[in-house]
């Protein structure tokens, strides 16, 4: 199946710039509960500042908050947030509400006219929640079974916000799905958009857990050279001066003291 028709579930800072790159090639719906962001964007304002008006004016993307878009697309791809519970667990609450959202519209669907969509996650999450949390849900309220009446899959976002070197077409896209043809549609689709290319990982846990360490990777290293900076003012050095002169070595990561965190990592 080559998909023609997209719905991203979620105008926020991940699915409005994949929104806008798709309707270069894809007839798109822009899905969101919040009937105040969907006015903004028809508008033409991203009020996350992330999109000029110029590009949504031009990207042709219908804007909605009614869900039954759902029931007409061949991609749905959902980029709700996945943020953590105060005692640090993932907090998948969002995750279980579009998939809850999208098993009743698709239970609307005349089952001669089912389009057996894909339905694509991009929220950062642990190995496993695509296919044993969101699938489930997905199954109990559309009374379809994955593979017949939808197929899954899994490419977690990659885009590094106010960086423009490192955008969504610029950074290779790791995609997954639930079997070979699956993964093999979704890379289709994000070629079309990623001048960088796309990487087919094996299985849908493998994509989730390559997002997994790649943030944890990230975050420990930021860490340790936190801990050097402090160690190093404890010795009357100059911490600039000490990871300048280290990152002259060909095999030396340079990481710079500061805050860590962003969109996937809280």
């Known amino acids: ?43 033409g304002i991203d ?22 878009c759902l029931q007409r697309a061949d991609m749905i791809i959902v980029t709700v947030p996945t943020p953590v519970n105060l005692d640090s667990s993932p907090d998948v609450k969002y995750l279980k509400k579009v998939s809850e959202t999208i098993g009743k519209q698709l239970a609307l669907v005349d089952r001669n006219h089912l389009k057996c969509p894909i339905i694509l996650y991009e929220s950062t999450t642990y190995p496993g929640c695509t296919e044993e949390v969101c699938k489930p849900i997905i199954e109990k309220y559309s ?32 995609v997954s799905g639930q079997d070979d043809q699956t993964t093999e549609d979704i890379a289709a689709v994000y070629s079309t958009i990623v001048g960088a290319g796309v990487y087919m990982a094996p299985n849908i846990r493998t994509a989730e857990a390559a997002k997994l360490i790649e943030n944890v990777q990230r975050d420990l290293n930021i860490a340790l050279v936190n801990e050097l900076a402090i160690v190093f003012d404890h010795l009357d050095l100059d911490s600039t001066e000490v990871f300048k002169a280290a990152a002259t070595k060909w095999n030396f990561v340079p990481f710079k003291p500061g805050l860590v965190g962003g969109h996937c990592i809280p």
């Open 47 to 68: 009020t996350n500042m992330i999109i000029s008006s110029e590009s949504l004016s031009k990207s042709d993307i219908d804007f909605t908050e009614k869900a039954d």
């Open 143 to 174: 009374h379809l079974k994955c593979g017949e009446g939808f197929r899954l899959g899994y490419s977690p976002e990659r885009t590094n916000f106010g960086d423009s070197e490192h955008d969504l077409s610029s950074v290779v896209k790791v």
């Open 1 to 43: 199946m080559n998909p023609k028709s997209m719905c991203v579930v979620g105008m926020g800072y991940v699915g409005l710039p994949l929104a806008v790159a798709l309707s270069d090639h894809y007839d798109v719906t822009g899905f969101d509960v919040s009937n105040r962001r969907i006015i903004s964007l028809k508008e």
